[in-house]
Protein backbone atom coordinates (compact mmCIF):
# COMPACT_ATOMS: atom_id res chain seq x y z
CA UNK A 1 0.00 0.00 0.00
CA UNK A 2 1.16 3.24 -0.73
CA UNK A 3 1.80 6.49 1.37
CA UNK A 4 1.98 4.62 4.84
CA UNK A 5 1.94 6.76 7.90
CA UNK A 6 3.19 5.87 11.13
CA UNK A 7 1.35 5.68 14.26
CA UNK A 8 1.70 8.29 16.39
CA UNK A 9 3.30 7.05 20.07
CA UNK A 10 0.30 9.05 21.92
CA UNK A 11 -2.56 6.97 19.71
CA UNK A 12 -3.89 4.35 22.42
CA UNK A 13 -5.49 0.84 21.77
CA UNK A 14 -8.47 3.01 22.99
CA UNK A 15 -8.36 5.33 20.61
CA UNK A 16 -7.77 2.93 17.66
CA UNK A 17 -10.14 1.23 18.74
CA UNK A 18 -12.90 3.84 18.83
CA UNK A 19 -11.27 5.07 15.27
CA UNK A 20 -11.54 1.99 13.96
CA UNK A 21 -15.27 1.53 14.94
CA UNK A 22 -15.87 5.52 13.78
CA UNK A 23 -14.54 4.83 10.10
CA UNK A 24 -16.23 1.64 9.88
CA UNK A 25 -19.85 3.25 10.61
CA UNK A 26 -19.18 5.54 8.05
CA UNK A 27 -18.34 3.76 5.40
CA UNK A 28 -21.24 2.14 5.70
CA UNK A 29 -23.78 4.69 6.33
CA UNK A 30 -22.09 7.77 5.12
CA UNK A 31 -23.52 9.82 8.17
CA UNK A 32 -20.99 11.64 10.58
CA UNK A 33 -20.51 9.25 13.53
CA UNK A 34 -21.67 10.55 17.18
CA UNK A 35 -20.14 9.74 20.77
CA UNK A 36 -23.41 7.80 21.43
CA UNK A 37 -22.90 5.33 18.94
CA UNK A 38 -19.28 5.26 19.38
CA UNK A 39 -20.05 4.64 23.33
CA UNK A 40 -22.32 1.53 22.48
CA UNK A 41 -20.27 0.05 19.41
CA UNK A 42 -17.05 0.08 20.58
CA UNK A 43 -16.92 -2.53 22.91
CA UNK A 44 -14.98 -0.60 25.30
CA UNK A 45 -17.42 -0.02 28.17
CA UNK A 46 -16.52 3.93 28.10
CA UNK A 47 -19.44 6.45 28.50
CA UNK A 48 -20.28 9.10 25.73
CA UNK A 49 -18.06 11.53 27.58
CA UNK A 50 -15.30 9.80 27.91
CA UNK A 51 -15.27 8.84 23.58
CA UNK A 52 -15.78 12.67 23.57
CA UNK A 53 -12.63 13.14 25.26
CA UNK A 54 -11.04 9.85 22.81
CA UNK A 55 -12.74 11.68 20.06
CA UNK A 56 -11.77 15.17 20.55
CA UNK A 57 -7.96 14.26 20.70
CA UNK A 58 -7.93 12.37 17.13
CA UNK A 59 -9.28 15.48 16.32
CA UNK A 60 -6.63 17.13 16.94
CA UNK A 61 -4.06 14.64 15.92
CA UNK A 62 -5.82 15.37 12.49
CA UNK A 63 -7.41 11.71 11.91
CA UNK A 64 -11.27 13.41 12.48
CA UNK A 65 -13.34 15.99 11.54
CA UNK A 66 -16.32 17.55 12.51
CA UNK A 67 -18.72 18.84 9.01
CA UNK A 68 -21.28 20.93 11.21
CA UNK A 69 -21.32 22.14 13.69
CA UNK A 70 -22.47 20.11 16.85
CA UNK A 71 -22.33 17.19 14.23
CA UNK A 72 -20.75 13.87 14.63
CA UNK A 73 -17.53 13.51 13.40
CA UNK A 74 -15.88 11.87 9.77
CA UNK A 75 -12.81 10.52 8.86
CA UNK A 76 -9.98 13.34 7.43
CA UNK A 77 -7.74 11.23 4.55
CA UNK A 78 -5.55 10.70 7.39
CA UNK A 79 -7.92 9.07 9.33
CA UNK A 80 -8.83 6.67 6.31
CA UNK A 81 -5.04 6.12 5.68
CA UNK A 82 -4.26 4.95 9.27
CA UNK A 83 -7.32 2.62 9.13
CA UNK A 84 -6.04 0.95 5.42
CA UNK A 85 -2.96 0.80 6.74
CA UNK A 86 -3.22 -0.36 10.49
CA UNK A 87 -6.53 -1.45 11.43
CA UNK A 88 -8.12 -2.60 8.52
CA UNK A 89 -9.31 -6.73 7.99
CA UNK A 90 -9.51 -7.30 4.30
CA UNK A 91 -12.70 -9.72 3.96
CA UNK A 92 -12.62 -13.08 1.94
CA UNK A 93 -14.15 -12.56 -1.57
CA UNK A 94 -17.54 -14.25 -2.37
CA UNK A 95 -17.27 -17.26 -3.47
CA UNK A 96 -19.78 -16.57 -6.17
CA UNK A 97 -18.11 -13.46 -7.51
CA UNK A 98 -14.64 -15.01 -7.33
CA UNK A 99 -16.67 -17.96 -9.71
CA UNK A 100 -17.63 -15.50 -11.98
CA UNK A 101 -14.85 -14.06 -12.55
CA UNK A 102 -13.13 -16.95 -13.24
CA UNK A 103 -15.58 -18.06 -15.86
CA UNK A 104 -15.43 -14.63 -17.44
CA UNK A 105 -11.64 -14.76 -17.68
CA UNK A 106 -11.27 -17.62 -18.08
CA UNK A 107 -8.49 -18.64 -20.62
CA UNK A 108 -10.50 -21.18 -22.69
CA UNK A 109 -12.60 -18.53 -24.15
CA UNK A 110 -9.64 -17.58 -26.14
CA UNK A 111 -10.42 -14.04 -26.26
CA UNK A 112 -8.02 -11.36 -27.84
CA UNK A 113 -6.19 -9.31 -25.55
CA UNK A 114 -8.11 -5.91 -25.88
CA UNK A 115 -11.23 -7.83 -24.94
CA UNK A 116 -10.39 -9.37 -22.21
CA UNK A 117 -8.96 -6.22 -21.19
CA UNK A 118 -12.30 -4.43 -21.63
CA UNK A 119 -14.27 -7.83 -20.33
CA UNK A 120 -12.11 -7.14 -16.66
CA UNK A 121 -13.04 -3.59 -16.22
CA UNK A 122 -16.92 -4.35 -17.09
CA UNK A 123 -16.44 -6.79 -14.60
CA UNK A 124 -14.36 -5.05 -12.03
CA UNK A 125 -17.06 -2.46 -11.70
CA UNK A 126 -19.57 -4.73 -11.70
CA UNK A 127 -18.48 -6.67 -8.72
CA UNK A 128 -17.61 -3.47 -6.89
CA UNK A 129 -20.19 -0.89 -7.85
CA UNK A 130 -17.80 1.36 -8.75
CA UNK A 131 -16.12 3.02 -11.60
CA UNK A 132 -13.15 0.65 -13.25
CA UNK A 133 -9.64 1.35 -14.97
CA UNK A 134 -7.90 -1.08 -16.87
CA UNK A 135 -4.81 0.21 -18.54
CA UNK A 136 -3.60 -0.72 -22.06
CA UNK A 137 -0.16 -2.25 -22.68
CA UNK A 138 1.61 0.03 -24.70
CA UNK A 139 2.68 -1.41 -27.96
CA UNK A 140 6.41 -0.19 -28.80
CA UNK A 141 7.50 -3.10 -30.80
CA UNK A 142 5.43 -2.58 -33.89
CA UNK A 143 7.67 -0.58 -36.46
CA UNK A 144 6.56 2.20 -38.48
CA UNK A 145 5.64 1.13 -42.62
CA UNK A 146 4.43 4.52 -43.59
CA UNK A 147 2.98 7.52 -42.24
CA UNK A 148 0.90 9.89 -44.11
CA UNK A 149 -1.00 13.43 -43.18
CA UNK A 150 -4.31 14.11 -44.44
CA UNK A 151 -6.09 17.94 -43.94
CA UNK A 152 -9.44 18.07 -42.09
CA UNK A 153 -10.34 21.64 -40.68
CA UNK A 154 -9.85 23.72 -38.22
CA UNK A 155 -6.12 23.04 -37.42
CA UNK A 156 -7.11 19.20 -37.43
CA UNK A 157 -4.97 16.35 -38.93
CA UNK A 158 -5.65 13.13 -39.53
CA UNK A 159 -2.46 10.63 -39.27
CA UNK A 160 -2.64 7.23 -41.01
CA UNK A 161 0.03 4.93 -40.00
CA UNK A 162 0.89 1.70 -41.82
CA UNK A 163 2.40 -1.13 -39.27
CA UNK A 164 4.91 -3.57 -40.50
CA UNK A 165 2.22 -6.40 -40.03
CA UNK A 166 0.28 -3.96 -42.26
CA UNK A 167 -2.18 -2.56 -39.26
CA UNK A 168 -3.38 0.34 -39.67
CA UNK A 169 -3.97 2.89 -37.41
CA UNK A 170 -5.50 6.58 -37.55
CA UNK A 171 -5.18 9.33 -35.26
CA UNK A 172 -6.34 12.72 -35.34
CA UNK A 173 -4.20 16.22 -34.01
CA UNK A 174 -4.56 18.93 -33.00
CA UNK A 175 -1.99 21.60 -34.51
CA UNK A 176 -1.08 25.18 -33.47
CA UNK A 177 -1.97 26.55 -37.17
CA UNK A 178 -3.31 25.49 -40.11
CA UNK A 179 -0.65 23.77 -42.45
CA UNK A 180 -0.74 23.75 -45.95
CA UNK A 181 -1.59 20.38 -48.25
CA UNK A 182 2.43 20.60 -49.67
CA UNK A 183 3.82 20.96 -46.13
CA UNK A 184 2.17 17.64 -44.95
CA UNK A 185 2.83 16.14 -47.89
CA UNK A 186 6.86 17.25 -46.97
CA UNK A 187 6.52 15.91 -43.60
CA UNK A 188 5.11 12.56 -44.35
CA UNK A 189 7.93 12.38 -47.29
CA UNK A 190 10.86 13.35 -44.63
CA UNK A 191 9.75 10.56 -42.07
CA UNK A 192 8.81 7.66 -44.33
CA UNK A 193 12.73 7.99 -46.19
CA UNK A 194 14.42 8.38 -42.49
CA UNK A 195 12.07 6.29 -40.45
CA UNK A 196 10.38 3.83 -41.56
CA UNK A 197 10.36 0.44 -40.23
CA UNK A 198 11.70 1.14 -36.52
CA UNK A 199 9.82 0.78 -33.55
CA UNK A 200 7.73 3.71 -31.98
CA UNK A 201 10.55 4.78 -28.91
CA UNK A 202 13.35 4.82 -31.27
CA UNK A 203 11.54 6.98 -33.37
CA UNK A 204 10.45 8.94 -30.42
CA UNK A 205 14.07 8.88 -29.42
CA UNK A 206 15.81 9.88 -32.53
CA UNK A 207 13.89 12.85 -33.17
CA UNK A 208 14.29 14.11 -29.39
CA UNK A 209 17.74 13.85 -30.36
CA UNK A 210 18.03 15.23 -34.07
CA UNK A 211 15.75 18.66 -32.35
CA UNK A 212 18.47 18.92 -29.58
CA UNK A 213 21.31 18.54 -32.27
CA UNK A 214 19.76 20.17 -35.65
CA UNK A 215 17.42 23.12 -34.13
CA UNK A 216 19.80 25.47 -35.20
CA UNK A 217 21.16 24.06 -38.34
CA UNK A 218 17.87 22.43 -39.69
CA UNK A 219 15.88 24.23 -41.93
CA UNK A 220 11.86 25.29 -41.46
CA UNK A 221 10.47 22.42 -42.79
CA UNK A 222 13.00 19.79 -41.11
CA UNK A 223 11.70 21.56 -37.53
CA UNK A 224 8.16 21.72 -37.99
CA UNK A 225 8.40 17.88 -38.90
CA UNK A 226 9.91 16.99 -35.71
CA UNK A 227 7.23 18.94 -34.01
CA UNK A 228 4.57 17.53 -35.46
CA UNK A 229 5.62 13.97 -35.51
CA UNK A 230 7.03 14.37 -31.79
CA UNK A 231 3.03 15.39 -31.37
CA UNK A 232 1.95 12.44 -32.93
CA UNK A 233 4.40 9.87 -31.30
CA UNK A 234 3.65 11.13 -27.92
CA UNK A 235 0.08 10.68 -28.70
CA UNK A 236 0.82 7.05 -29.55
CA UNK A 237 3.14 6.27 -26.91
CA UNK A 238 1.29 7.51 -24.19
CA UNK A 239 -0.72 4.03 -23.73
CA UNK A 240 -4.83 4.44 -23.22
CA UNK A 241 -6.83 2.97 -20.73
CA UNK A 242 -10.85 1.43 -20.74
CA UNK A 243 -13.23 2.62 -18.36
CA UNK A 244 -15.98 1.51 -17.13
CA UNK A 245 -19.16 2.30 -14.52
CA UNK A 246 -18.66 5.66 -14.34
CA UNK A 247 -22.41 6.45 -13.79
CA UNK A 248 -21.69 4.33 -10.22
CA UNK A 249 -20.09 6.98 -8.65
CA UNK A 250 -23.68 8.88 -8.64
CA UNK A 251 -25.20 6.66 -5.94
CA UNK A 252 -22.61 7.57 -3.60
CA UNK A 253 -24.64 10.86 -2.05
CA UNK A 254 -21.89 12.52 -1.07
CA UNK A 255 -20.80 12.78 -4.45
CA UNK A 256 -23.51 12.93 -6.59
CA UNK A 257 -23.44 17.24 -6.78
CA UNK A 258 -23.15 17.83 -9.98
CA UNK A 259 -19.98 19.95 -9.69
CA UNK A 260 -17.77 17.19 -8.31
CA UNK A 261 -18.79 14.91 -10.89
CA UNK A 262 -18.46 17.03 -13.63
CA UNK A 263 -14.59 17.93 -12.68
CA UNK A 264 -13.97 14.25 -12.46
CA UNK A 265 -15.69 12.45 -15.82
CA UNK A 266 -14.05 15.65 -17.30
CA UNK A 267 -10.45 14.31 -16.28
CA UNK A 268 -11.74 10.43 -17.65
CA UNK A 269 -12.30 12.69 -20.85
CA UNK A 270 -9.27 14.20 -21.00
CA UNK A 271 -7.14 11.13 -19.78
CA UNK A 272 -3.97 12.70 -18.75
CA UNK A 273 -4.26 12.85 -14.81
CA UNK A 274 -4.98 9.24 -14.51
CA UNK A 275 -3.06 8.11 -16.93
CA UNK A 276 -0.30 9.81 -14.91
CA UNK A 277 -1.36 8.07 -11.69
CA UNK A 278 -1.71 4.79 -13.71
CA UNK A 279 1.74 5.55 -14.95
CA UNK A 280 3.07 5.67 -10.85
CA UNK A 281 1.18 2.76 -10.10
CA UNK A 282 2.99 0.47 -12.88
CA UNK A 283 6.04 1.72 -11.53
CA UNK A 284 5.09 0.54 -8.31
CA UNK A 285 4.79 -3.37 -6.71
CA UNK A 286 1.77 -4.87 -5.13
CA UNK A 287 -1.82 -3.21 -4.10
CA UNK A 288 -1.68 0.50 -4.12
CA UNK A 289 -3.98 2.70 -2.46
CA UNK A 290 -4.06 6.44 -3.06
CA UNK A 291 -6.36 8.16 -0.39
CA UNK A 292 -7.76 11.74 -1.57
CA UNK A 293 -5.33 14.68 -2.23
CA UNK A 294 -2.78 11.45 -1.82
CA UNK A 295 -2.78 11.18 -5.73
CA UNK A 296 -1.34 14.38 -6.22
CA UNK A 297 -4.53 15.62 -8.71
CA UNK A 298 -6.60 18.22 -7.41
CA UNK A 299 -9.61 16.58 -8.82
CA UNK A 300 -8.98 13.78 -7.42
CA UNK A 301 -8.98 15.05 -3.79
CA UNK A 302 -12.11 13.35 -3.12
CA UNK A 303 -11.73 9.96 -4.42
CA UNK A 304 -9.61 7.07 -4.07
CA UNK A 305 -8.12 4.62 -6.27
CA UNK A 306 -7.35 1.30 -5.37
CA UNK A 307 -4.49 -0.47 -8.07
CA UNK A 308 -2.96 -3.80 -8.57
CA UNK A 309 -0.72 -4.70 -11.33
CA UNK A 310 -1.20 -7.38 -14.20
CA UNK A 311 1.77 -9.61 -14.69
CA UNK A 312 2.29 -11.74 -18.06
CA UNK A 313 5.29 -14.57 -17.85
CA UNK A 314 6.94 -12.18 -15.45
CA UNK A 315 6.33 -8.74 -17.37
CA UNK A 316 4.44 -5.78 -15.78
CA UNK A 317 2.12 -4.97 -18.43
CA UNK A 318 -0.61 -2.79 -16.85
CA UNK A 319 -2.41 -2.04 -14.20
CA UNK A 320 -5.65 -2.55 -13.10
CA UNK A 321 -8.03 -0.85 -10.49
CA UNK A 322 -11.25 1.07 -9.21
CA UNK A 323 -12.07 4.98 -8.51
CA UNK A 324 -14.60 5.65 -5.77
CA UNK A 325 -15.14 8.04 -3.25
CA UNK A 326 -13.02 8.11 -0.01
CA UNK A 327 -15.83 6.37 1.58
CA UNK A 328 -15.41 2.95 -0.14
CA UNK A 329 -15.58 -0.19 1.45
CA UNK A 330 -11.71 -1.10 1.54
CA UNK A 331 -11.96 -4.30 3.13
CA UNK A 332 -14.15 -5.96 0.42
CA UNK A 333 -12.49 -4.08 -2.86
CA UNK A 334 -9.02 -4.20 -2.33
CA UNK A 335 -8.97 -8.57 -2.33
CA UNK A 336 -11.30 -7.83 -5.36
CA UNK A 337 -9.05 -5.77 -7.23
CA UNK A 338 -6.05 -7.92 -6.53
CA UNK A 339 -7.86 -11.24 -7.77
CA UNK A 340 -9.37 -9.75 -10.69
CA UNK A 341 -5.71 -8.21 -11.79
CA UNK A 342 -4.14 -11.88 -10.90
CA UNK A 343 -6.82 -13.45 -13.25
CA UNK A 344 -6.59 -11.28 -16.03
CA UNK A 345 -2.64 -12.01 -16.35
CA UNK A 346 -3.39 -15.79 -16.29
CA UNK A 347 -5.68 -14.88 -18.98
CA UNK A 348 -3.27 -12.88 -21.10
CA UNK A 349 -1.05 -15.44 -20.53
CA UNK A 350 -2.84 -18.25 -22.36
CA UNK A 351 -4.46 -15.54 -25.06
Keep these: MTAEIEAPLHLTERAQSILRVLVEHYLHDGQPVGSRTLSRDAGLGLSPATVRNVMSDLEELGFIHSPHTSAGRVPTVQGYRFFVDTLLSVKPVDELDVDDLRQQLSPGLHLEGKQLIERAS ?37 VVMVMNNDEVENRIIYLDRDYPVTELTEMSNFLNSRLMGKDFKTVRDEIIREMKAEREHANSMMLKTIQVAEQVLDDRDDGDYVLMGETNLMDFAEMSTVGKLKHLFEAFHQKQEILHLLDRCVAADGIQIFIGNESGYEVLDEWSIVTAPYTVNGDQLGVLGVIGPTRMAYDRVIPIVDITARLLGSALRSD
Design 122 to 158: ALLSGVTDLASVVSIPRQNKSGLKHIEFIQLNERRVL
